[in-house]
C-alpha cells in the first residue's frame, strides 16, 4: 500500500486488543475453549434434534437450524482471530477481508430473519393452536428456513460491492478483531456518505422491521396467554417461549448498538467489545439455553448419550 496515496488496499492489519498481546497464549487457550465448546453444544443439539423422531416438529426444526447456522457463523470469525493470537503479524488480504465481512452479515442477516420466523411458530402455536398443524405445514417450515437464507445472502451484497470500489490510504490497521464494515469505513480516504446511509438503511431493515414483527409476535402471544384461565396453564403456555426470548433479547440488544447509527465514527474500544460478546459469546449461549430450558431437548439429549453408552 502506498503511504499517504489513494489505492486500492491489498491487505489489512486487524489491531484487535493491543493491550492484551502478552497474554497471546491464554487468549488463544481460552477462546480455544469457548469455539470447542460452542461447536459442541451446537452439533450436539442439531444431531439431537435430526435424529429424535419426537422432535421432528417445526419448533424444534427451526433450533436445529439455528444451531447449523451459529456453526458457520463463528467458523467465518474465531478460526482467524485464534490464528492471530499467535501471529505476530496479524494481516488479512483484502479479497479475505471482505468475504468475512460479506459471510458475518449474511449469516448475521440470516439469524435475525430466522428468529422472526420461530417467534411466528410460536405465534401460531398458541395464538391459533387449532390451525396451528395445518398452517405450519413441513412444506412451509422448509420455505421460512429457505427465504430466512436466501435474504439473509442477498442483503449485505450492495454494501460489500460498495465498499470494495472505495480506496485506502495511510493506514491499513483494521482497529477491530476482525474485518467489518464500520472500521473498513473508517479506513477509506474519500467520502463515504453513500456508503454510511446505504449501511444504515440495510442494517435498519434486517433488524429493526425483523425485532418489529418479533415484538408484535410476543405481544400478542402475551395476550394470548393472558386470558387462559389456569396460571399452571399460563406457564405452560409461555415456557415454550422463553428460549427463543431469551436468544432475541441477547442476540438484537448487541447488533442495534453496533450496527443501526448514521455515522462512521464509534468508540474504537467499545465496539471490539460488543464484538466479542456477540460474535463469541452469543453462540455458545444458544446451545445453553436451549438444552437447559427445553425438557423435551434435555430429556433427548440424556437419551442420546445412554444409546450411544449402550452400543460402546
Keep these: 500500500m502506498e503511504h499517504g496515496n489513494k489505492t486500492k488496499a491489498t491487505e489489512f492489519i486487524l ?24 461447536i459442541t453444544g451446537n452439533v450436539l443439539v442439531f444431531m439431537t434434534i435430526r435424529l429424535d423422531t419426537r422432535l421432528h416438529i417445526p419448533m ?11 456453526i458457520w ?12 493470537l499467535l501471529k505476530t503479524r ?14 458475518f452479515h449474511s449469516l448475521g442477516a440470516s439469524e435475525c430473519y430466522l428468529l422472526t420466523a420461530m417467534a411466528y411458530d410460536r405465534y401460531l402455536a398458541i395464538c391459533h393452536p387449532l390451525r396451528y398443524s395445518t398452517i405450519m405445514t413441513n412444506k412451509l417450515t422448509i420455505l421460512l428456513v429457505a427465504t430466512c437464507f436466501t435474504c439473509g445472502f442477498l442483503c449485505p451484497l450492495s454494501e460489500v ?30 467520502d463515504t456518505t453513500v456508503n454510511v446511509l446505504v449501511d444504515f438503511v440495510i ?48 442476540f438484537f440488544s448487541c447488533i442495534i448498538f453496533m450496527y443501526v447509527r448514521l455515522t462512521k465514527s464509534y468508540s474504537l474500544y467499545y465496539d471490539r467489545v460488543l464484538a ?22 434435555r430429556v433427548a439429549v440424556k437419551r442420546s448419550l445412554s444409546k450411544s453408552r449402550v452400543y460402546h
Design 203 to 250: 442494517n435498519s431493515f434486517i433488524i429493526l422491521v425483523t425485532l418489529f414483527f418479533i415484538i408484535i409476535s410476543y405481544i400478542k402471544i402475551i395476550v394470548a396467554v393472558m386470558k387462559i384461565r389456569t396460571s399452571e396453564g399460563r406457564i405452560k403456555a409461555f415456557s415454550t417461549c422463553v428460549s427463543h426470548l431469551s436468544v432475541v433479547l441477547v
Design 15 to 38: 489491531v484487535g486488543f493491543p493491550t492484551l498481546y502478552r497474554y497471546g497464549s491464554i487468549l488463544f487457550a481460552c477462546l480455544l475453549l469457548i469455539y470447542l465448546l460452542m
Design 161 to 190: 460491492l460498495l465498499i470494495s470500489k472505495l480506496p485506502f490510504c495511510d493506514s491499513n490497521e483494521i482497529q477491530h478483531i476482525f474485518c467489518d464494515f464500520p472500521p473498513l469505513l473508517s479506513l477509506a480516504c474519500t
Design 90 to 103: 496479524k494481516s488479512i488480504s483484502f479479497t479475505n477481508c471482505l468475504l468475512q465481512t460479506y459471510f
Design 276 to 297: 466479542v460478546m456477540y460474535s463469541v459469546l452469543t453462540p455458545i449461549f444458544n446451545p445453553i439455553i436451549y438444552s437447559l430450558r427445553n425438557k423435551e431437548i
Design 73 to 84: 457463523y463463528t467458523a467465518v470469525t474465531i478460526p482467524k482471530m485464534l490464528i492471530n
Design 60 to 70: 424444534y426444526f427451526f433450533v436445529g437450524i439455528l444451531s447449523f447456522l451459529e
